[in-house]
């Protein structure tokens, strides 16, 4: 269901989206002309001769309402060029967009731009990376600091870093599906691969230059935390709401930032930095182009391809000089023929033996071949003897499922267990069977895995998705204890609260 405010996106799935989509594309750029209000009968003039768009007001009209009841429009009267009392009363309307529309449009535009965004390897991105490095470095060695100057230094800085990154992992994700070119011709794929191959080789010269210099300047910084509270304060300068959690959560946003950034360069102590990781997968596109060029040249030189096969034969079939010679390549090209070897017997054999055939002896020359009838009929022949015996899997599968049946039980006990509907404390689990245990800990993987920050509450769902849980913040000044047939296990305690969905 879709609640008030995400009504404004209910047009997109309706049974005339393209219409209403050119009618809120229109107000948007009226909007951006200045231009606040339009009358239908502007409208009318702005979509003429476009198709699935209203020809007449009145069928325009009750579109503009649905998206007036939407929230995407807001109306009010018109009654500027009334000229009489009839006029005056008549249901004549103004229409601009909504707060609310507008918002939509504008997700909608930022949706389309970053889904055809191009992906881009920017070497001028990590010259500009060192530059912005340089200007903090030298804004920081200066008493007293200048933090406006230094505010707008580091936005610079990640807003020429995130643009890197996004460009540098759309390009990657669809470098892949460029490499699997089909129906390109071949002189325009080896372009193709020169200049792809040129290009991820100065990229590749660029930032393993740009990623040693960069890592240099990030270690010189003398950045610590009193520059991101400064920071922080100088992005609320101007909120009305300048409040003490306002300010941790700026200055926290702030500081992963920076985290971030050092980590995609110079990476951690648990892995490789991710412009390694970068490094690595523009390399391997190189052996995967050269790969693709040696299949275009194999396929070029042995043409052993099921398309030049079938394009001979019809050539074949169409050079044929009689209905005869046609039948006879269609058997010979769909072995229609019959087979030698299909029944042989050994006087057959000794037929064969006291014979000059040879396997180069013609069909219509050589001896018919003594086919089993039963092979003619049903096309094999069956082994003789008696029937198989039939095995009784009855006693084995009233086992499996009573074992079944079993572990049903014991999960639907274990959910019983859990499940109580009420926040509990992991201690108050103080003894649990296997298959409850083995459910607690299932739910709180799932739970963990999920988890982001280790201050906030998270809810997860089981792995066979019949249990919810919400998980709190452990409490690292309380343990808990679980006894199971297996042991006990301990660990911080925190609030659960487990359900059936």
Same mark, same amino acid.
């Not at 200066?142 to 230094?153: C, F, G, N, Q, S």
């Not at 030189?301 to 019809?314: E, H, K, N, P, Y």
């Not at 572990?407 to 509907?421: D, G, H, S, Y």
């Given at each position: 269901?879709?609640? &008030?405010?995400?009504?404004?996106?209910?047009?997109?799935?309706?049974?005339?989206?393209?219409?209403?989509? $050119?009618?809120?594309?229109?107000?948007?750029?009226?909007?951006?002309?200045?231009?606040?209000?339009?009358?239908?009968?502007?409208?009318?003039?702005?979509?003429? !001769?476009?198709?699935?768009?209203?020809?007449?007001?009145?069928?325009?009209?009750?579109?503009?309402?649905?998206?007036?009841?939407?929230?995407?429009?807001?109306?009010?009267?018109?009654?500027?060029?009334?000229?009489?009392?009839? =006029?005056?009363?008549?249901?004549?309307?103004?229409?601009?967009?909504?707060?609310?529309?507008?918002?939509?449009?504008?997700?909608?535009?930022?949706?389309? +731009? /970053?889904?055809?965004?191009?992906?881009?390897?920017?070497?001028?991105?990590?010259?500009?990376?060192?530059?912005?490095?340089?200007? /903090?470095?030298?804004?920081?060695?200066?008493?007293?600091?200048?933090?406006?100057?230094?505010?707008?230094?580091?936005?610079?800085?990640?807003?020429?870093?995130?643009?890197?990154?996004?460009?540098?992992?759309?390009?990657?994700?669809?470098?892949?599906?460029?490499?699997?070119?089909?129906?390109? #011709?071949?002189?325009?794929?080896?372009?193709?691969?020169?200049?792809?191959?040129?290009?991820?080789?100065?990229?590749?010269?660029?930032? @393993?230059?740009?990623?040693?210099?960069? #890592?240099?300047?990030?270690?010189?910084?003398?950045?610590?935390?009193?520059?991101?509270?400064?920071?922080?304060?100088?992005?609320?300068?101007?909120?009305?709401?300048?409040?003490?959690?306002?300010?941790?959560?700026?200055?926290?946003?702030?500081? &992963?930032?920076?985290?971030?950034?050092?980590?995609?360069?110079?990476? $951690?102590?648990?892995?490789?930095?991710?412009?390694?990781?970068?490094?690595?997968?523009?390399?391997?596109? %190189?052996?995967?182009?050269?790969?693709?060029?040696?299949?275009?040249?194999?396929?070029?030189?042995?043409?052993?391809?099921?398309?030049?096969?079938?394009?001979?034969?019809?050539?074949?079939?169409?050079?044929?000089?009689?209905?005869?010679?046609?039948?006879?390549?269609?058997?010979?090209?769909?072995? $229609?023929?019959?087979?030698?070897?299909?029944? %042989?017997? !050994? +006087?057959?054999?000794?037929?064969?033996?006291?014979?000059? +055939?040879?396997?180069?002896?013609?069909?219509? =020359?050589?001896?018919?071949?003594?086919?089993?009838?039963?092979?003619?009929?049903?096309?094999?022949?069956?082994?003789?003897?008696?029937?198989?015996?039939?095995?009784?899997?009855?006693?084995?599968?009233?086992?499996?499922?009573?074992?079944?049946?079993?572990? !049903?039980?014991? /999960?639907?006990?274990?959910?019983?267990?859990?499940?109580?509907? +009420?926040?509990?404390?992991?201690?108050?689990?103080?003894?649990?069977?296997?298959?409850?245990?083995?459910?607690?800990?299932?739910?709180?993987?799932?739970? $963990?895995?999920?988890?982001?920050?280790?201050?906030?509450? @998270?809810?997860?769902?089981?792995?066979? &998705?019949?249990?919810?849980?919400?998980?709190?913040?452990?409490?690292?000044?309380?343990?808990?204890?679980?006894?199971?047939?297996?042991?006990?296990?301990?660990?911080?305690?925190?609030?659960?609260?487990?359900?059936?969905?």
């Amino acid at each position: 269901m879709i609640d &008030g405010i995400h009504k404004v996106f209910a047009h997109l799935s309706q049974e005339h989206a393209s219409s209403y989509r $050119m009618l809120l594309e229109t107000f948007a750029v009226a909007r951006e002309q200045f231009q606040i209000h339009l009358r239908p009968a502007e409208i009318l003039r702005l979509l003429a !001769n476009k198709a699935d768009c209203p020809t007449d007001e009145e069928e325009l009209t009750a579109r503009l309402q649905q998206l007036v009841d939407w929230g995407n429009l807001e109306r009010t009267p018109d009654r500027v060029e009334a000229t009489t009392v009839e =006029e005056f009363y008549r249901a004549r309307f103004l229409y601009q967009l909504s707060a609310a529309g507008e918002a939509a449009e504008a997700a909608l535009r930022h949706f389309e +731009e /970053i889904l055809h965004r191009p992906g881009e390897l920017q070497t001028a991105a990590l010259r500009d990376i060192t530059e912005f490095l340089r200007a /903090i470095q030298a804004s920081l060695g200066k008493e007293p600091l200048d933090i406006p100057r230094l505010h707008a230094e580091f936005k610079s800085l990640f807003d020429r870093f995130e643009e890197l990154t996004h460009r540098a992992q759309t390009f990657m994700r669809g470098l892949q599906s460029t490499i699997d070119l089909h129906g390109i #011709s071949v002189e325009a794929f080896l372009d193709y691969k020169n200049r792809l191959l040129d290009y991820l080789e100065r990229f590749l010269g660029e930032l @393993v230059m740009a990623s040693s210099e960069i #890592s240099r300047q990030v270690l010189a910084l003398p950045v610590h935390d009193e520059i991101f509270d400064r920071l922080a304060r100088q992005s609320l300068i101007d909120s009305l709401d300048d409040s003490k959690a306002l300010r941790e959560q700026t200055r926290r946003r702030w500081v &992963g930032q920076w985290t971030g950034f050092r980590r995609w360069f110079m990476g $951690m102590a648990d892995g490789v930095s991710q412009a390694e990781i970068l490094r690595r997968r523009a390399r391997e596109a %190189i052996p995967a182009l050269l790969y693709t060029v040696q299949t275009i040249n194999d396929r070029r030189v042995s043409r052993s391809d099921r398309l030049a096969d079938w394009q001979t034969l019809a050539l074949w079939f169409a050079e044929a000089q009689s209905d005869h010679d046609a039948h006879r390549l269609w058997r010979s090209a769909f072995a $229609m023929a019959p087979a030698r070897h299909l029944s %042989i017997n !050994n +006087e057959t054999l000794e037929f064969r033996d006291q014979s000059d +055939e040879t396997p180069r002896t013609s069909w219509l =020359e050589a001896e018919p071949v003594r086919v089993n009838p039963r092979l003619r009929a049903s096309g094999r022949v069956t082994a003789r003897g008696g029937p198989n015996r039939i095995i009784d899997t009855s006693r084995e599968r009233d086992l499996l499922a009573r074992l079944a049946e079993a572990e !049903n039980a014991q /999960i639907e006990a274990a959910k019983q267990t859990l499940a109580r509907n +009420e926040p509990l404390l992991l201690s108050d689990f103080e003894s649990l069977d296997d298959t409850a245990f083995e459910l607690l800990l299932d739910l709180l993987g799932e739970a $963990m895995s999920a988890r982001i920050s280790s201050s906030v509450s @998270v809810e997860a769902t089981s792995t066979d &998705g019949s249990l919810t849980i919400r998980l709190e913040p452990f409490a690292l000044d309380r343990q808990a204890r679980i006894q199971t047939s297996s042991g006990a296990i301990t660990g911080p305690d925190a609030r659960v609260l487990i359900r059936e969905t």
